[in-house]
């Protein structure tokens, strides 16, 4: 009885707690409000209006007299971009602003670690605030619809649920740190071909089941202060000056009280912007600033009575209240950050060493023991190339790159004989607003291949590092096709004739064809443009320091025609409009339900050791449409290494009123376990979660019946699977 009544008394107590604390909130939130409208009536019209335009290319201007201070804004998804002149888009030419560079957003995504994405937000929050910025511009999280678009590398994965996760986990670590995240782009910018022109059409349940859930996870869930309007239209209407998705969605459904800005340049109006939501108007190239939309033409707007006075007053009030809950206004408590330590490099290691995925090991060729090679060849542009300063505004001035080759020799050049050959040649040149490959991609140099297969006969292990560059992997414009450039389909063939011990290293940010090398080598790593410590994680991973655990975030064609956006042939459209044909069927939900089978499945990764995945089951057989599902397994590292698993648990309905896909990625979880160790993973599912978007009613339908979860570490590899129903 005593231990009730204490039980009782705590829980009180922790009600109590949890209610003043409650309340203490809701009273500094009311007083930031109060601030906020004491603010707004001291300024004029033109003060007003001033905050809501930039006046040079990444600073917004505050008002002195207020004790208002500037706004100042990087680029930045995986690194804090260099410094840029104030009023032209060259480098400025500091000493001190070389950062952290991470690896791009399908590398993070292919970690499957939340956990990863919360250390990288953490570390680009201390270099932003160390570098004096106020909002950093990412994470990109539009959802990979085509391997050929250019920010695939950036955007993540083909999956709204293992995007939600990530940026969620990247939001909240970053915004701690007193900087204000932009999550971008709003919306379906899904192509960068006619980026600034193409008008995007796709069903109400495609928008709310594929292409909405990232952007509501990051604004609901993570707290989201900024959002950056998509170059596109969507439905007939600029992204920047969209009353659906700017007011009804963004404003009332999701409830964001945050900045609106446009991307640079894309604003298109003053009185339709203003209407519809538009906060604020970032980079265009007029050098009069007073002429931007946002700027006189405003003030103009509100004088003829195009624009009211509140409306401008809500704009201003959406940026204060930004600059308030960054600390802005009380400097003295605000994160002063950190910039290059000996952590934030190990951060982006781990990245780089967790996001590689193994796609192929026949006859366990990998890892390589070192201490039992005497020459090893290291073949490819690749080996050698930097990639950190590519992707145009994603790029970084790291304090260092490290290159396979360099990694390489530093690790094991004192014991084994290392022996380099180029193989292939950047042939393509890149000028922003253009077709890439102005040049021919894809002539083999003869030359080069015989050099790499003469080394290759002279060493007992060939490592070629192939792939892409940010040539092809870039904002501004896609890719022509997924073909491995340069003639490295050619390389690797004659290479691996010469030796058939041939390992060969992906890095691309995006899908290529591997079609043509995959019979041809025993392994394949897929190891992405691994930021700063790209080299070191992958001399770990080959050596076997470290165990690959990466599982692709995309599904990876045969070819290009087994995309679904390219086998409806609706992309990059036409006549400047795109429509989404294939609907909700995007990435795997296409390839599983059409049962088309792909080269490699959403998911996928093999590791050094091997897991087994059992037990699969929920607490209870029915449930009702409140309910959530507690299901759980077993992960068993049966081999002989430490690993990680990461457990998929994916959903069907089989019999519903409308298409539902094969399955639905719904939980995940990443384990790591030694040899021998098992652990029992429980993953939750909100019934809620297991509708459709139901056009028809306008809303979100779960329809009574049997539904199936299905256990396993891939789309297309299933361990176990159970029913259920709903009541």
């Excluded at 459904?253 to 339709?272: C, I, P, Q, R, Y």
């Amino acid at each position: 009885m005593k231990k009730i009544v204490r039980q009782f008394v705590f829980s009180f107590a922790g009600i109590i707690m949890a209610g003043i604390a409650n309340a203490q909130h809701v009273a500094n939130d009311n007083r930031q409000e109060e601030m906020i409208r004491s603010l707004v009536s001291q300024m004029t019209l033109e003060e007003k209006v001033s905050l809501l335009h930039a006046n040079s290319k990444f600073y917004v201007p505050g008002i002195k007299r207020l004790g208002i201070p500037e706004w100042a804004l990087s680029d930045g998804p995986h690194g804090v971009r260099a410094e840029i002149n104030r009023h032209d888009w060259g480098y400025a030419g500091w000493t001190n602003d070389s950062a952290t560079c991470f690896p791009p957003g399908t590398a993070l995504a292919a970690t499957w670690n939340p956990r990863l994405a919360y250390e990288r937000g953490v570390v680009l929050g201390e270099e932003a605030r160390f570098r004096k910025k106020d909002i950093l511009l990412g994470p990109g999280i539009n959802i990979i619809r085509s391997p050929l678009c250019g920010r695939n590398f950036e955007y993540m994965s083909e999956d709204p649920l293992l995007i939600s996760k990530m940026s969620v986990a990247y939001i909240k670590a970053l915004q701690s740190k007193d900087v204000a995240v932009s999550v971008k782009h709003w919306l379906a910018n899904n192509q960068e071909e006619h980026r600034d022109s193409i008008d995007v059409y796709m069903s109400e349940r495609a928008l709310r089941e594929i292409y909405l859930p990232g952007f509501k996870a990051s604004i609901t869930e993570g707290g989201a202060y900024t959002v950056m309007a998509a170059y596109n239209k969507f439905r007939g209407d600029w992204c920047s000056e969209n009353e659906y998705l700017d007011r009804n969605i963004l404003r009332k459904e999701l409830g964001f009280n945050g900045v609106l800005m446009t991307d640079w340049a894309a604003a298109h109006s003053t009185v339709k912007a203003a209407l519809t939501g538009l906060d604020l108007e970032m980079g265009t190239d007029k050098q009069d600033y007073n002429e931007w939309y946002f700027a006189n033409p405003l003030i103009k707007a509100v004088e003829e009575g195009k624009v009211p006075v509140t409306i401008v007053d809500e704009k201003v009030k959406n940026v204060l209240r930004v600059m308030v809950k960054t600390k802005m206004f009380e400097e003295e408590n605000r994160e002063k950050g950190k910039m290059n330590t000996p952590q934030h490099q190990q951060a982006a290691y781990n990245d780089a060493a967790e996001a590689a995925v193994l796609l192929r090991n026949n006859g366990n060729i990998l890892p390589l023991n070192f201490n039992k090679i005497r020459s090893i060849a290291v073949i490819g542009d690749n080996a050698t190339r930097k990639h950190c300063g590519g992707g145009l505004s994603s790029e970084i001035k790291t304090l260092y790159e490290i290159t396979p080759l360099d990694a390489i020799r530093k690790k094991f050049g004192s014991a084994v004989k290392i022996n380099f050959a180029q193989g292939y040649e950047k042939q393509s040149t890149f000028k922003e607003g253009s077709n890439i490959g102005q040049t021919s991609t894809d002539k083999v140099n003869w030359k080069l291949i015989d050099d790499a297969v003469e080394v290759a006969k002279e060493s007992e292990v060939v490592l070629i590092f192939g792939g892409l560059n940010h040539d092809f992997d870039t904002e501004s414009s896609d890719k022509q096709n997924m073909d491995l450039p340069y003639g490295q389909d050619v390389l690797i063939r004659e290479v691996a004739k010469a030796n058939p011990n041939t390992v060969v290293v992906i890095i691309a940010g995006s899908p290529v064809k591997l079609a043509g090398i995959v019979q041809r080598v025993p392994a394949i790593l897929w190891s992405w443009f691994g930021g700063m410590e790209a080299g070191n994680a992958v001399a770990d991973l080959l050596s076997g320091k470290i165990n690959p655990s990466g599982k692709l975030p995309f599904t990876l064609p045969v070819s290009l025609d087994q995309s679904p956006a390219h086998a409806l042939g609706n992309f990059p459209g036409r006549n400047l409009r795109v429509n989404y044909e294939e609907d909700i069927l995007v990435g795997y939900r296409w390839f599983d339900t059409k049962k088309i089978v792909p080269q490699y499945p959403f998911g996928y990764g093999l590791s050094y050791t091997a897991f087994s995945i059992s037990h699969f089951s929920t607490n209870k057989t029915s449930y009702g449409k409140g309910d959530t599902i507690h299901a759980k397994c077993i992960i068993k590292n049966t081999g002989a290494r430490y690993g990680a698993e990461v457990a998929q648990l994916y959903v069907s309905d089989p019999v519903c009123s409308v298409l539902r896909p094969e399955k639905e990625l719904r939980a995940f979880e990443k384990v790591f376990l030694r040899p021998g160790e098992t652990k029992t993973v429980e993953l939750n599912v909100k019934v809620a979660d297991l509708a459709f978007y139901d056009e028809t009613k306008k809303a979100w339908n779960v329809e009574t019946g049997e539904f199936v979860l299905h256990i396993g570490n891939s789309s297309r590899n299933i361990s176990g699977a159970v029913k259920i129903s709903v009541k």
